[in-house]
């Protein structure tokens, strides 16, 4: 599995800054080109992404060790730091030290954002390791001129998917925020397009996305109830992160985006006298495997899609030298679904592009047994 060489990975924004205008007809007179705003610039050379990657492997290396959170701190950020307090957490309660996943941050291609403002976004994909054959695709963030640029969020790519090409670092791209338009759909809606296809497979959304292995994951968690029906129920809802989207725009006009969002799972004894378990890291961090009543296991998700263009949204994507991971193995617009709808094979969809996930906690509630026992 590798991804292609010939393309830089990613693209990102391009903020547009705001003009001034003189407030009193009593100022003097500016000559123009003189006191004009300053034009967007790379956030970042690779001399200087190179350096802070490999900072912030120092110190999550530290912090891995120990699994302590608390040293974290300059390093990750965000949804990323949470999630690897949640790994240390999971790792701790189970004796499994494999929860805490391999963060590979050896770059093998970069796209930095072009801005002036804060936050100011960075994306790599990485390198092919000892300790994982698989892609990682990380997103950096320096939310203000005070802070260091830290890891805000990073997944796992999913197999065969492909990267569209990004501008390169000397370059810069334009960043993409929730409400960028010009795409297929913004990214704050492509969010609840995927959250309702997760929900419900047979929705426009659910026709709209492609299978993937997190999809999977809900789809095998729901089939559960196959087997519980005799004793209980599981109920398996999604619901949109909170932590925002960090992005960058792609060389044909797309994005790259990450997100976040929760999956939870409601394990529910219904039948009075029956006997119901629940197993491995659920049961670990439930406190025992009986469930009396119920239990609610939260996993914290962190996501990255690929947005065509709206100008590509009726075409068949063009061929090009996309990054691929070549390992085998509110709802969407009116536009976006009626092609998905009308031409299945040849539309322009958005993708989910990875994934990487934790059981973030498991909650027993013993009172809400069946109420005749």
Not at 12 to 22: G, K
Not at 226 to 239: E, F
Not at 248 to 255: K, P, R, V
Request: charged share 20%; with cysteine; net charge negative.
């Amino acid at each position: 599995m590798m991804i292609s060489r010939r393309s830089a990975l990613l693209s990102a924004l391009i903020a547009a800054s705001a003009s001034l205008a003189a407030c009193s007809n009593d100022l003097p007179s500016i000559p123009e080109g003189v006191g004009a705003s300053p034009e967007a610039q790379p956030v970042l050379d690779g001399e200087r992404l190179s350096t802070i990657l490999e900072r912030i492997s120092d110190g999550v290396a530290v912090a891995d060790k120990d699994k302590n959170a608390d040293q974290l701190t300059g390093f990750l950020t965000g949804p990323a730091k949470r999630i690897r307090t949640e790994q240390y957490a999971l790792a701790q309660a189970t004796g499994k030290d494999d929860v805490v996943k391999p963060l590979v941050t050896t770059s093998q291609a970069s796209a930095v954002g072009l801005t002036l403002g804060w936050p100011r976004t960075v994306m790599t994909a990485t390198e092919f390791t000892d300790t994982t054959n698989i892609p990682q695709l990380l997103t950096l963030s320096q939310d203000s001129a005070r802070d260091p640029f830290e890891l805000w969020a990073w997944i796992r790519l999913f197999p065969g998917v492909e990267i569209p090409p990004t501008a390169k670092p000397a370059t810069g791209s334009p960043q993409v925020d929730l409400d960028t338009a010009g795409l297929i759909m913004t990214p704050q809606d492509a969010l609840a397009s995927y959250v309702e296809a997760l929900n419900d497979p047979n929705s426009i959304s659910g026709h709209l996305w492609a299978d993937d292995p997190l999809r999977s994951l809900v789809e095998k968690q729901r089939a559960l109830n196959d087997s519980l029906k005799d004793v209980g129920n599981i109920a398996v809802s999604v619901t949109a992160g909170s932590d925002g989207v960090r992005g960058l725009q792609t060389e044909d006009g797309g994005a790259l985006v990450m997100t976040t969002l929760t999956i939870t799972s409601v394990y529910s004894r219904t039948v009075p006298k029956s006997t119901m378990k629940v197993s491995g890291d659920v049961a670990a961090l439930a406190g025992g495997e009986d469930l009396k009543g119920k239990i609610t296991a939260t996993y914290d998700v962190m996501v990255a899609f690929s947005l065509p263009a709206a100008k590509d949204a009726a075409t068949p994507a063009p061929e090009s030298s996309a990054a691929t991971s070549a390992q085998p193995s509110p709802a969407p617009s009116a536009s976006a679904a009626a092609t998905a709808e009308a031409s299945p094979q040849q539309a322009v969809r958005p993708t989910a592009i990875g994934a990487e996930y934790v059981l973030a906690s498991a909650v027993r509630d013993d009172a809400a047994a069946p109420a005749d026992e």
